[in-house]
C-alpha cells in the first residue's frame, strides 16, 4: 500500500513523512515542488507536483491507496476527483469543523466517496512565531484578549495523528478534534515563552486595530485576518477542548507549550 503525503515541503507534511517512517511505514510517496528543500529520507518516493497544478497529480496518485491532504480550499474538489479516478480510498485531511474557515474541505472529502478521516487541530503553537518581531523590538506582545484562553497544539503532535490515523482503519469515518495538553490563556503563553527564552515579556491589552498594526510586520496582509477570525472571533469553551486527543489517538503525551517553547527558543532570534 502506497501512502502520499501531499505537502510534504510544508511544516506538517514534511512531520507525518518523518512519523510514517518512525512507526515502520514502507512505500512512502511525497508530492513535492521542491525536493531539495524537502530533504526528504533516503526510501521516500518523490513524486514533483502541486495541488494547485492539478496536471502534476495524476502520476503522483497513480498506485497510491491512502493520502494525508494538506488544506487546498479552492480546488478540493478538483484534486478528490482526480484522487478517486486514480483508486485512491481513504483520505486523512487537516481542515476544520464545517462551519470554519477550513470547512470547504471537510464537506468536500466527504463528498468524494471516499473514506475519510478528518484532523480539526486548534491553534498552533507555531503560530506564537508571529510575536517574534515585537520581542525583538522591546518585548511587547499587543492582543486585543489577554484572558482568552486555548489549547494549542504542535505541529508535530499533528503530524503523529495524521501518521496514526493513515496505518490504521480504525480511525475510517471519524472526526478527530485536536488540541494540546494545557488550557491556557495568551497571558500564560506569553509567560511560559518568557521563560523559555529567558528574557521579560509581556502581554499589554490593545485594540483590535493596534493589534493589527503590532502584527503586520511579521504576518503582511494576513494580520487583519488573524486578528478579527482567531483573535476576536475564537472563543472556544475550555470544558469542550479535546486535551487528552493525542495521547487518546497515539498513545503517547502531546506536547506542552512549555517544551515546545524551549526547544523553539531559537526560532524567536533568541537562544
Not at 470544558?239 to 517553547?261: C, K, M, Q
Request: hydrophobic residues 45%; proline residues 6%; aromatic residues 6%.
Amino acid at each position: 500500500m502506497t501512502i502520499l503525503v501531499t505537502g510534504a515541503t510544508s511544516n506538517i507534511g514534511r512531520m507525518v513523512v518523518d512519523r510514517l517512517i518512525a512507526a515502520g511505514a514502507s512505500d512512502i510517496r511525497a508530492l513535492t515542488v521542491d525536493p531539495v528543500k524537502a530533504a526528504l529520507p533516503e526510501g521516500v518516493e518523490v513524486a514533483r507536483g502541486y495541488l494547485r497544478r492539478l496536471d502534476t497529480l495524476p502520476a503522483a496518485f497513480d498506485g497510491v491507496d491512502r493520502m494525508y491532504l494538506a488544506p487546498t480550499p479552492d480546488n478540493v474538489v478538483e484534486v478528490l476527483d482526480l484522487a478517486r479516478a486514480a483508486g485512491v480510498r481513504h483520505v486523512v485531511d487537516l481542515s476544520g469543523e464545517p462551519e470554519s474557515w477550513w470547512g470547504t474541505v471537510c464537506k468536500a472529502v466527504e463528498g468524494s466517496g471516499l473514506d475519510w478521516t478528518h484532523l480539526w487541530p486548534a491553534d498552533f503553537m507555531e503560530n506564537t512565531l508571529s510575536w517574534s518581531q515585537q520581542i525583538g523590538a522591546g518585548g511587547v506582545i499587543r492582543e486585543p484578549r489577554p484572558d482568552m484562553a486555548t489549547a494549542p497544539i504542535a505541529m508535530d503532535d499533528i503530524a503523529a495523528v495524521a501518521a496514526t490515523a493513515l496505518l490504521a482503519d480504525d480511525h475510517r469515518g471519524r472526526a478527530h478534534s485536536l488540541a494540546g495538553p494545557e488550557v491556557l490563556t495568551r497571558t500564560e503563553l506569553v509567560a511560559q515563552l518568557a521563560d523559555a527564552l529567558g528574557r521579560d515579556i509581556t502581554l499589554q491589552r490593545a485594540t483590535r486595530d493596534e493589534t493589527v498594526a503590532a502584527l503586520t510586520p511579521a504576518m503582511g496582509e494576513y494580520a487583519a485576518w488573524c486578528v478579527d477570525n482567531v483573535l476576536l472571533g475564537y472563543t472556544p469553551a475550555a470544558e469542550s477542548l479535546p486535551v487528552t486527543s493525542v495521547e487518546d489517538i497515539t498513545g503517547r503525551p502531546a506536547t506542552t507549550f512549555a517544551d515546545w517553547a524551549r526547544a523553539n527558543a531559537s526560532r524567536f532570534g533568541t537562544d
